[in-house]
């Protein structure tokens, strides 16, 4: 149903790249994490000098009506009003990308209101939001598809104007329990490990939100052992769990995750719900894990169990739980820096300095 051509990267270079970290004037391993991030994007990337260019960051918008059933703080306008906002340069995620140089676009994937044209918008709306969850699918396959396309039509143009390296950001209320149903049905870790607080709900709200989310699950459970008995492997299990929970700018994050791997690109995870959509584009393409960077551990509950699943080393834990890309787009100066190291910090030899 949908086509990548995903390839695991291959680690010919790996010795060659270990090589040129451990002869830079250090002790071995002292740069820590760092080494780690510019071997893999010199994997990514298959040479010993790499290089970020244009670095785009894009945050996907969709309403979900699972948000009318109670699980968010907030009420579903705050979508349409935050979008407003990305869009007049007032955002957090407005204010990271500045000061990192970052391109910053906003996609409508399926906000439930009408935008005028912008020049940082990009106008993909599947739908006016999902249905609700509760008692229906969010959206058709056919939707999900859709999404999914569109998604990676818009990762492909970043690659065509230059971008090597873009990250995902989201907004849209109520997709906390859309992620945490999509992280409990991909990993089999328990529902109450993979719900968290989203907005700011208190002990009842968190509460009310894992007993709305059961009870959408108990409704589909029937539909869900079918697809289990059926498609034990492959993309229409993950599909089909992606249609029934998921949400438009969800959707089209996997998209988007999936043509930047296709297209050779580095990919910035950002926090719990840019991970759950990481997490579907896994189960449909393994080999997407070669060309991702976790930005950071958020602080919702289940990303690290998340993260552990995924074998991802975050590169930040601050605390963060805002969404937008923020993650991303802080952690990109330690990429810069990363890259910088080994292009330009003089090695033993060349130093003249002895070894250890």
Known sequence: MIEFSINAVHNDLLEQIQQKIDTKTKPIGALGQLEAIVRKICLIQNTLNPALHNPHLLVFAGDHGIAQEGVSKYPSE????MVLNFLSGGAAINVFCRQNDITLKVVDAGVAAKFESHEALIDQKVAFGTESFLDSPAMTLEQCVRAINLGADTVTKVHQAGGNIVGLGEMGIGNTASAAVLMHLITKVDLSVCVGRGTGLDDEGLQKKIEVLQAA???????????ETQYEEGQAQALWILSTFGGFEIAQMVGAFLKAAELGMIIMVDGFIASSAFLVAQALYPDIKDYGVFCHQSDERGHAVMLKFLDGQPVLNLGLRLGEGTGAALAYPLLQAAVGFLNEMASFE???VSKG
């Open 217 to 227: 699950l108990d409704f589909h459970q029937a539909h869900l052992e079918d697809i």
């Open 78 to 81: 705050v979508t349409y009003q």
């Open 350 to 352: 060349s130093a003249g």
